[in-house]
């Protein structure tokens, strides 16, 4: 019992250190690595890339979210400023500060799950709670490089009924296609929607 119980006492000490990193881009290199302490590596316009250094389970689910929300985004403070719906002055137009934070910063968060190894019924929960969380603030969420044994495990407590399938994808540099042309498609169709507002306009 005793060697049970220091066991299960080193895997929380273990794990509640666990900690996350923002991955930036090398145009340089071209690479993605860590930005900390590192020249030369930008990170991609309205795009955070998040990499967690351990297991996802019960004992570090809780430090994960806040590791998350401290360096990405806090969903708390972003859903007092989107009912604030402040009005702003920026170069001269008025746009709500609704329109100047969720338009010129973090719209996307990427996930790289490369060091997850494996993740249980407790992370799997408190992945759901984020993703809902990111949802109401209008921030998709992306997942690259999962390891056969989490995907197992997502699979298994139907991950996937709420989150996109398309969203898991191979890599970084996937996932940052994928977000640049959803962006260019949407910049297509709000120009388009203007277009057709003015000429109805005229009419």
């Known amino acids: 019992m005793v060697g049970i119980g220091f066991s299960i006492l080193s895997i929380v000490i273990q794990n509640q250190m666990a900690f996350g990193k923002i991955i930036g881009y090398s145009d340089r290199e071209d690479i993605f690595v860590d930005s900390k302490n590192r020249v030369h590596v930008i990170e991609i316009n309205s795009i955070k890339i998040f990499q967690y250094q351990a297991p996802l389970h019960f004992a570090n689910a809780d430090n994960f979210r806040k590791i998350l929300y401290s360096q990405v985004a806090d969903t708390i403070k972003l859903k007092k400023t989107k009912e604030k719906d402040e009005i702003v002055k920026v170069e001269n137009k008025e746009i709500t500060e609704k329109e100047n934070i969720f338009g010129k910063h973090v719209r996307h968060v990427i996930l790289d799950f490369q060091m997850i190894s494996n993740v249980d019924l407790s992370g799997i ?11 109401a603030v209008d921030i998709a969420i ?11 495990s997502l699979r298994a407590a139907d991950f996937f009924e709420n989150f996109p399938k398309e969203n898991m994808l191979y890599d970084l540099a996937d996932a940052v296609y994928v977000i640049n042309s959803t962006k260019a498609t949407d910049k297509k169709e709000n120009i388009e929607q203007t277009s057709y507002s003015t000429e109805n306009t005229k009419l």
């Open 125 to 135: 929960n408190v992945l759901n709670q984020i993703l809902k969380e990111y949802k």
């Open 142 to 152: 992306y997942i690259v490089k999962c390891p056969s044994k989490s995907l197992e």
